[in-house]
């Protein structure tokens, strides 16, 4: 059977997108495995399917499946070109649109510039939301991990924007052990869904660098979760302003939240790099 597709990317943060409104199919998790290979299939960070509504307060349903083939929550960058594609394809033409996802309705515009806001609802910090294994909510966690063969104690701000992230401030985020930091630490059986792990380097209250070592993929060019779980972790423990340039390896993001009433919002790019069809 011949799957048609589409490969799209948000700064660089890549994705194969799939039309399960007009050709319904069911993958299983080798298939997807399969497929993320770079050398041996497509290539992809994620699989976005894109589904008819489950219900009447949405336009479509939104499922993420990471490049090891299990089903993951929230997407930021995947949200941006899931607007950029339904709209493309003559799928829809509301604006704003919303989507429903495993835990979530997410609200996505675009904008005249050709760049998509996405509503990505209000963190939570709750430990029982993230799942974190911790007595109480606290600002910042430490946790002990194994890294090069000895016990180092790691300080992290804890969240959820959906699906759960820590989120650590380095000095360089150049310099930061990125792979394996975040490999024993997404690891740590407090948290029993794995976590995302982002290292933030605070360069003013405006502007940070960000990088982010995602569960079942390894580290990205951009995570749009990542971004917002940093300035969201950043604006809890008054270190940064109510919006904030993130320059990730893929290029920029902008991400605002004010902590009161509002929803964490984020702006950024997303584009078609291909279409084509495999064989299955």
Same mark, same amino acid.
């Given at each position: 059977?011949?799957?048609?597709?589409?490969?799209?990317?948000?700064? +660089?943060?890549?994705?194969?997108?799939?039309?399960?409104?007009?050709?319904?199919?069911?993958?299983?998790?080798?298939?997807?495995?399969r497929?993320?290979?770079r050398?041996?299939?497509? @290539?992809?960070?994620?699989?976005?399917?894109?589904? #008819?509504?489950?219900?009447a307060?949405?336009?479509?349903?939104?499922?993420?499946?990471?490049?090891?083939?299990?089903?993951?929550?929230?997407?930021?960058?995947?949200?941006?070109?899931?607007?950029?594609?339904?709209?493309?394809?003559?799928l =829809?033409?509301?604006?704003?649109?919303r989507?429903? =996802?495993?835990?979530?309705?997410?609200?996505?515009?675009?904008?005249?510039? @050709?760049?998509?806001?996405v509503?990505?609802?209000?963190?939570?910090?709750?430990?029982a939301?993230?799942?974190?294994?911790?007595?109480?909510?606290?600002?910042?966690?430490?946790?002990?991990?194994e890294?090069? +063969?000895?016990?180092?104690?790691?300080?992290? &701000?804890?969240?959820?924007m @959906?699906?759960?992230?820590?989120?650590?401030?380095?000095?360089?985020?150049?310099?930061?052990?990125?792979?394996k930091? +975040?490999?024993?630490?997404?690891?740590?059986?407090?948290? #029993?869904?794995?976590?995302?792990v982002?290292?933030?380097?605070?360069?003013?209250? &405006?502007?940070v660098?960000?990088?982010?070592?995602?569960?079942?993929?390894?580290?990205?060019?951009?995570?749009?979760?990542?971004?917002?779980?940093?300035?969201?972790?950043?604006?809890?423990?008054?270190?940064?302003?109510e919006?904030?340039?993130?320059?990730?390896?893929?290029?920029?993001?902008?991400?605002?939240?004010?902590?009161?009433?509002d929803?964490?919002?984020?702006?950024g790019?997303?584009?078609?790099?291909?279409?084509? &069809?495999?064989?299955?």
């Amino acid at each position: 059977m011949k799957v048609p597709f589409t490969k799209m990317q948000g700064l +660089g943060n890549d994705f194969m997108v799939l039309d399960l409104v007009t050709r319904p199919i069911r993958l299983n998790r080798e298939q997807i495995r399969r497929l993320a290979d770079r050398h041996f299939g497509i @290539g992809f960070d994620q699989l976005l399917q894109i589904e #008819p509504p489950s219900s009447a307060d949405v336009d479509f349903d939104y499922r993420i499946f990471n490049a090891d083939g299990n089903e993951v929550e929230h997407c930021g960058n995947g949200a941006r070109c899931f607007a950029r594609f339904v709209h493309d394809r003559g799928l =829809t033409d509301r604006n704003p649109i919303r989507v429903k =996802t495993v835990k979530r309705v997410l609200e996505l515009a675009l904008q005249p510039d @050709g760049q998509v806001t996405v509503d990505m609802g209000r963190p939570m910090f709750n430990p029982a939301d993230i799942p974190l294994r911790a007595s109480e909510n606290a600002l910042v966690y430490r946790r002990t991990v194994e890294l090069d +063969g000895q016990a180092l104690e790691v300080e992290f &701000s804890a969240l959820s924007m @959906g699906n759960p992230h820590a989120v650590l401030i380095v000095e360089d985020v150049a310099r930061a052990p990125v792979e394996k930091l +975040g490999m024993a630490l997404g690891a740590h059986p407090d948290f #029993p869904e794995g976590v995302n792990v982002g290292f933030m380097e605070i360069e003013n209250r &405006s502007r940070v660098k960000l990088r982010v070592f995602e569960r079942g993929v390894g580290e990205t060019l951009a995570c749009g979760t990542g971004a917002c779980a940093a300035v969201a972790a950043g604006r809890s423990r008054d270190l940064l302003d109510e919006s904030v340039v993130l320059s990730l390896t893929g290029g920029e993001l902008r991400v605002s939240w004010n902590r009161e009433t509002d929803p964490v919002m984020m702006t950024g790019p997303a584009s078609t790099v291909f279409e084509g &069809s495999i064989e299955l």
